[in-house]
């Protein structure tokens, strides 16, 4: 049987200098694991093949510790080397039946959706998660199509209620301890709601990422009645 995966708390690496700072990716991760991060992506548009297969064997090692999944963004081939758990690819990456094929029905793969119709063929496809977004402008990813808000969240959720009965979903951009509770509220939709959050910054910029994620997983997890 597919292992249940729990997507509350989604981190999604940065190593550029202004997020990550002159800090190793792996403590960060490490710390932000030990503070409760559920599932893990390595997202990484710097370095080259070498060190992505190593970097992405040192996280590894640390996500199979806390017995959290690891996903490669992108890159199918650096999952492969690593046989890690999954991956996540975008729009402009390798389609999903062509990565479906290389890395097996037991992988992990997730697409990012911003609009109804991306969403449906992700679901037709077999995505097991959808990555939505953008959902609020950020520093961290300027290049996106689309910031779609809670309120265009929810039109994709309510979109996939039946299609994407059993897909995943996790929304992406701008969330933060201060947002993450109105996301998920103004984002609920009755016969499809999110399963969680996605976040770069709010803990890989953190001073502290094991206390930023402990925090962030609490307000996850108790959402305010309303908004
Ligand atoms: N895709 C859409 S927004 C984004 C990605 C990878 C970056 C989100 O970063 P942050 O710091 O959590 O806003
Ligand atoms: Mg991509």
Avoid: W
Avoid at 167 to 175: A, E, S, Y
Wanted: some cysteine; glycine content about 8%; aromatic content about 4%.
């Amino acid at each position: 049987m597919a292992r249940a995966v729990d997507y509350s708390l989604y981190l999604v690496t940065d190593s550029t200098p202004a997020i990550l700072g002159d800090r190793d990716l792996v403590q960060v991760v490490e710390a932000a694991l030990e503070g409760g991060v559920t599932i893990v992506q390595y997202r990484d548009k710097l370095s080259d093949t070498a060190v992505l297969v190593s970097t992405a064997k040192r996280l590894h090692a640390v996500t199979k510790k806390h017995n959290v999944p690891l996903l490669i963004n992108d890159r199918i081939d650096v999952a492969l080397a690593v046989g890690c758990e999954g991956v996540h690819i975008g729009q402009d990456d390798l389609d999903l039946p062509s990565a479906r094929r290389l890395l097996g029905k037991d992988a992990i793969i997730g697409v990012t959706v911003s609009s109804i119709d991306e969403a449906q063929t992700a679901c037709k496809d077999g995505a097991d998660y959808l990555g939505i977004g953008t959902l609020f402008a950020t520093a961290t990813k300027t290049n996106t199509k689309d910031v779609i808000g809670t309120a265009g969240t929810r039109q994709i959720l309510e979109a996939i209620s039946t299609a994407g009965k059993n897909v995943r979903t996790v929304c992406i951009g701008g969330i933060n301890a201060s947002t993450v509770q109105r996301v998920i509220f103004q984002s609920f939709h009755p016969s499809k709601s999110l399963d969680g959050v996605a976040i770069v910054s709010a803990i890989i910029a953190a001073q502290d990422p094991a206390q930023a994620s402990k925090d962030l997983l609490k307000l996850v997890k108790t959402p305010p009645p309303f908004f």
